[in-house]
């Protein structure tokens, strides 16, 4: 029932419905929906080192979605924590309140990957961050957004095409087991880059005024980050280990987009916690390449799979 229920998004009823045509057994709704309490509370240890080994990686991603719980009209959001090997999620909101509940980034001295929410450049978010790498999926986008905007501008193609080159550059240089990208390969693309970047900031002018209400033209603050933020955007460039875009967590978070089109609205916090918690552990389990009904029927008999404790 707590397979079909998070990890293949079947509603309660349907959940009910479905055990009894197939072995004839008639659990309540009732009986059905406690059954996500009961299991998230066999996986909290795991949950809890997933946290710790997240927090000591090297390289972790950071995302958050909008998730529609509680009374309608209402919405929270669902933070998410990833590396290649680990995923953890966090119900709240998308404010400093509950970042810092988290725990997650507080903590965490690694290099960030994530989109440009000021969050996380908050203080006392990022106070003990190796550095941050600002996705490059979310960057190219917003390039081509300028492109569409500025037809007779020849930057956005020009930065679009030194970017990917870098991303490519980067991939080949990691499967190589390369630590990083050697200078005669990225000189000449970051060079292209920074040219692009420049072009385009003495055609988009700063419109004049103070900088919180000023609003500013389509590309102005996407060219102005890419300059005064060049090591965020090209860390990966040196090294081969982070990560140039933020597609796994936002992998990590599709499945919560796929449930809630299922369901619908999930009324209750405590239990929209609880599935998140096995989504955490249902995650990383499917990372490890570990069967998913071995691993909540083993958590539900008393010994859950566990990750092993090394950093990714």
């Known amino acids: 029932m707590v397979y079909l229920l998070v990890f293949q998004h079947v509603p309660v009823a349907r959940c009910a419905q479905l055990v009894a045509d197939v072995t004839g057994a ?18 909290k240890d795991v949950v809890t080192l997933i946290k710790t080994l997240i927090t000591a990686a090297v390289v972790a991603g950071f995302d958050e979605t909008t998730l529609r719980v509680g ?30 509940d988290f725990a997650v980034l507080p903590k965490f001295a690694g290099i960030a990957v994530h989109d440009r929410y000021t969050l996380y450049d908050h203080p006392d978010l990022a106070q003990r ?35 990917r080159a ?17 200078p005669e390969v990225a000189d000449p693309l970051v060079s292209e880059f920074r040219q692009a970047v420049r072009f385009g900031l003495s055609q988009i002018r700063r419109a004049p005024g103070p900088a919180a209400s000023t609003k500013q033209p389509v590309g102005r603050l ?34 919560l987009k796929t449930q809630q089109k299922i369901s619908g609205r999930l009324t209750s916090d405590k ?16 990372k490890h390449g570990a069967d998913v009904l071995t691993a909540l029927r083993d958590a539900l008999t008393g010994q859950p799979w566990s990750p092993a404790p090394a950093t990714t």
């Open 129 to 163: 961050l190796a550095g941050h790498q600002l996705c490059c999926a979310h960057l190219l986008r917003d390039i081509a957004d300028a492109a569409q905007t500025y037809p007779d501008h020849h930057w956005p193609a020009q930065a679009d095409r030194a970017l």
């Open 222 to 255: 996407l060219l102005e980050c890419l300059r005064d933020r060049e090591n965020d955007v090209l860390r990966f460039v040196t090294d081969t280990r982070i990560w140039a875009t933020n597609n796994q967590s936002e992998r990590d978070l599709r499945p």
């Open 271 to 286: 239990t929209t916690r609880d599935r998140l918690a096995l989504r955490s552990y249902i995650s990383t389990a499917v």
């Open 71 to 100: 009374p309608a009209g209402t919405k929270k959001y669902v933070l998410s924590a990833s590396t290649d090997s680990h995923t953890l999620y966090w119900l709240g909101g998308r404010n400093l309140d509950t970042f810092t």
């Open 166 to 182: 870098l991303i490519r550059a980067a991939n080949t240089a990691r499967d190589d087991g390369r630590p990083a990208v050697t």
């Open 26 to 43: 008639r659990p309540s709704t009732g009986f059905v929906h406690a059954m996500l309490a009961t299991a998230a509370a066999a996986v």
